[in-house]
């Protein structure tokens, strides 16, 4: 079982990493409001890149919170 809470803890932090990282390549290539909404829509399927980015960042640190609570079980269980 803490195994499978490691696997998940690294996969929510990748994904999340990954999507923060489209959040800011999205803001900083389509500087435009609307070429930014047309593409936040068209590639992140959000309303701006800002919402992309928040929620690669509420990603990444549960995944950081999981991978903690991992860490604290596995020293429990030795």
Known sequence: MIRLGSIIAWIA???????MGMGWYVASQFPGTEENLAASKRYLATANSGDAIDQGTIILIAGVVIGLLVRIAKRRSS
């Open 13 to 19: 932090v990748i994904l999340g990493s990954i999507r």
